[in-house]
């Protein structure tokens, strides 16, 4: 994406320079979400030691997750009204007189979290929502500003309106996975699809039926999204489906591959929240 893109032609993917040239509009919220799943306070050091001015660090564990339970998978979707609060404590507006705010997201893992977070405001009824193409690294390879000063908390007005219809639970997953018209995609490593290896969760293998998209497939080892016609070639066998149901360990890389659908022009994947984590949890 170009620098001068217009603001009302952006697709879910934003790069450096456009939000360079826009950093300093009103109806911008950009938000950190850098995170190790191994190292789960390492995402805010990284915030507090260097982040693009303006944002603010959203955690998986805590903002973008609830508490885990039996079922449910290890990253359960948030309490809705808690992410809206902290959304609005962002200044993030699904309404005004000038427009909606546009949500930028950022991490420095090929777009694992940002992607999370992406598929969240979409979840919520907010399409105005972008994830900044190779992350904090690229934003730092450009040689633009970055701050440690945290951003203060702002009183945005942000009404959910919940679209169910993008998230489907272990029973519809049960009833729909076979049916012809239905595409399971299963996003992990090829190893841990055909469960040679499964350093996680308690069982491994996949959801049978599933084919495997993995989710780092989508962009380069720097972290850029892969050109969009390599997007649509990538899903040109599933393209007919009636419906795409997407699954990773927990419900987070999967919504790499939901971007990447939504790159392609795709627009009838929904995700499986608890993912093989939920799945497994089962089958013990």
């Not at 449910?72 to 705010?101: C, F, I, Q, W």
């Not at 907010?126 to 904090?136: I, P, S, T, W």
């Not at 293998?205 to 599933?210: D, E, F, S, T």
Request: charged share 20%; aromatic share 10%.
């Amino acid at each position: 994406m170009t620098g001068s893109q217009n603001w009302h032609e952006i697709k879910s993917l934003v790069s450096p320079a456009w939000l360079y040239e826009h950093l300093e509009h009103p109806r911008i919220a950009i938000a950190d979400c850098r995170f190790a799943l191994m190292q789960p306070e390492l995402g805010q050091h990284q915030y507090q030691e260097a982040h693009i001015p303006g944002a603010y660090y959203l955690d998986l564990n805590q903002d973008l997750s609830s508490p885990v339970g039996k079922h449910g998978g290890r990253h359960p979707l948030p309490d809705p009204a808690l992410l809206v609060e902290k959304l609005a404590a962002m200044g993030v507006n699904s309404e005004s007189p000038e427009g909606p705010t546009l949500v930028i997201a950022y991490d420095d893992s090929r777009m694992a979290f940002a992607s999370r977070l992406w598929w969240l405001l979409r979840y919520l009824g907010h399409e105005q929502v972008a994830v900044l193409d190779g992350g904090f690294a690229a934003w730092k390879a450009a040689g633009y500003p970055i701050s440690t000063t945290p951003s203060l908390a702002q009183s945005g007005r942000f009404i959910p309106k919940l679209q169910t219809d993008r998230a489907v639970d272990i029973e519809q997953v049960k009833t729909r996975k076979d049916l012809p018209t239905v595409s399971l995609v299963d996003s992990r490593e090829p190893e841990r699809y055909r469960g040679e290896k499964e350093p996680i969760d308690p069982i491994a293998g996949h959801i049978p039926g599933a084919v495997n998209y993995p989710w780092q497939d989508v962009t380069t080892e720097q972290g850029y999204a892969r050109p969009i016609a390599e997007q649509r070639d990538r899903w040109a066998t599933l393209a007919d489906s009636e419906e795409i149901i997407v699954y990773c360990g927990s419900g987070v890389t999967a919504c790499v591959n939901l971007l990447s659908l939504d790159l392609a022009g795709i627009p009838n994947a929904k995700l499986y929240p608890g993912s093989w984590s939920d799945w497994c949890s089962y089958q013990e």
